[in-house]
């Protein structure tokens, strides 16, 4: 599977089966996360093995259930910090499921306590969300999209890497479903912003990278 059929087939997911993550994947799975760790200098972690942080009325009120691992999304504070852990954390997302696992997006429903106990958090660092993962007792179902002309300046005519980058930017999971986000093309120069929301940062950096991959990062340059 490739990262774009990846991002045409992964959905939320909340309900896990008690099915072991193996080694192998495991390994896989933690070689991403270095990689992206040393590109960003971000510190994320992966946590296995785990129920008590998802193990109460926050987790039950979200309707998770049998989460046992999760991926914790850790960083410096700064002011691009949560966008950071948006772009990379999508881009985790992504190559799990490539690897047959599910997430989910979590900024609330969990005990926050629980996982920085189970976590290294440097001294001015920040844990921002997590990511349930596992094997979902479904594969999810796909979330309802606005149309093109609602997220970018309405063209005539646009190049097709654009509209498949709109595309594929469409189908990033956002806080709530929300998808508060708007895009401007001067010829190959691009520009997103966010039009506000819950977690909007971190929305942006989730769009930005399914963008990236929809359109090729040959066609464009972020402005």
Same mark, same amino acid.
């Given at each position: 599977?490739?990262?774009?059929?990846?991002?045409?087939?992964?959905?939320?997911?909340?309900?896990?089966?008690?099915?072991?993550i193996s080694e192998d994947i495991k390994q896989q799975l933690q070689a991403e996360i270095e990689h992206c760790n040393k590109e960003s200098g971000l510190h994320i972690q992966l946590?296995?093995?785990e129920t008590k942080a998802f193990n109460g009325f926050l987790a039950h009120y979200g309707k998770f259930n049998n989460v046992q691992n999760y991926i914790a999304l850790i960083g410096?504070?700064?002011t691009d910090l949560d966008e950071k852990i948006g772009y990379y954390g999508e881009r985790i997302?992504?190559?799990?499921?490539?690897?047959?696992?599910?997430?989910?997006?979590?900024?609330?429903?969990?005990?926050?306590? @629980?996982?920085? =106990?189970k976590c290294r958090i440097e001294h001015g660092e920040k844990l921002v969300c997590v990511?349930? #993962?596992?094997?979902? &007792?479904t594969q999810g179902i796909p979330h309802k999209s606005k149309e093109?002309?609602? @997220?970018?300046? =309405?063209?005539?005519?646009?190049?097709?890497?654009?509209?498949?980058?709109l595309?594929?930017? #469409?189908?990033?999971? &956002?806080?709530m479903n929300q998808q508060k986000f708007s895009f401007l093309r001067n010829d190959t120069l691009v520009s997103v912003r966010s039009t506000g929301g819950f977690y909007s940062k971190v929305d942006l950096g989730i769009?930005?990278?399914?963008?990236?991959i929809g359109a090729g990062r040959n066609h464009f340059t972020w402005e």
């Open positions: 599977m490739t990262i774009l059929e990846a991002i045409k087939s992964r959905h939320s997911v909340r309900s896990y089966t008690s099915k072991k946590v296995t093995d410096k504070k700064s997302a992504l190559f799990s499921q490539t690897l047959g696992l599910n997430t989910c997006w979590v900024a609330m429903t969990f005990r926050k306590g @629980i996982t920085k =106990e990511l349930s #993962l596992g094997y979902g &007792t093109l002309h609602q @997220i970018c300046q =309405e063209e005539k005519e646009m190049p097709e890497w654009y509209q498949k980058g595309e594929s930017a #469409l189908l990033a999971p &956002t806080a769009v930005k990278y399914h963008f990236e």
